[in-house]
């Protein structure tokens, strides 16, 4: 899973041709954190543009009472979103790329006499530490019920992820990296562009 990422550049460098007003730089990405996303629209001459929109990172499907439900829809198991119903509006048609530079996942150990395991903090990134990664996610508009801003529209998002390499395929390729990633987590983003990454800790 992911639950904590970085966004180390400004939006406008994320994207070329693309800004916004506000810097996104973020070293600790949390749930429910506003975050870039990236959307193409469909022009009316056929064409499609590229932008970039702020979106609560928590996706809000239209049926969600308030906004604390997105501290729990910040993933999508990208093999079952379009069946479930938080998700499969979105999965549809309202699909969006997330920029980020790397991500955090926390190593589970278990120490004989601790009854909780022990976590050790990894950042998972490009080989190049200044190169943008970009999540595979889902968007969608939420309506705010009540309070000053009743009537707008939030827009919200959630990162796909898929299961790690297994150690058997990472053997098979001989990649460290996929050595690494298996066995960190058994599930990770789902990249849209394939890079070199690491992990450091």
């Known amino acids: 899973m992911c639950g904590r990422y970085v966004i180390a550049r400004a939006a406008g460098d ?10 996104c730089a973020d070293y600790n990405v949390a749930p429910t954190h506003t975050v870039p996303i ?25 049926w969600a009472k308030d906004e604390t439900f997105s501290s729990r829809t910040f993933n999508a198991r990208s093999e079952t979103a379009a069946t479930k119903p938080a998700f499969r509006h979105a999965a549809a048609a ?5 920029p980020a530079n790397g991500y955090y996942e926390w190593l589970r150990t278990e120490v004989p006499g601790r009854k909780t395991p022990e976590k050790t903090p990894y950042y998972v990134h490009p080989s190049a530490e200044e190169q943008s990664i970009y999540f595979a996610g889902l968007y969608d508009w939420w309506r705010i019920p009540s309070g000053p801003d009743e009537g707008q529209w939030l ?5 796909l992820t898929m299961d790690s390499p297994s150690a058997e395929e990472a053997d098979t ?7 690494q990633l298996s066995r960190l987590h058994d599930r990770l983003p789902v990249p849209l562009e394939t890079t070199g990454t690491r992990r450091t800790g």
Not at 14 to 23: N, Q, R
Not at 155 to 159: D, E, K, N, R
Not at 173 to 179: D, K
């Open 14 to 23: 994320l994207l070329a041709g693309v800004e916004l007003e506000e810097s």
């Open 38 to 62: 990236i959307v193409d629209h469909a022009q009316e001459d056929g064409t499609r543009r590229r932008a970039i929109h702020p979106a609560r990172w928590g996706l809000l499907p239209r």
């Open 94 to 98: 309202q699909h969006c790329a997330i």
């Open 155 to 159: 827009l919200s998002a959630t990162i």
């Open 173 to 179: 390729r001989n990649s460290e990296t996929l050595r």
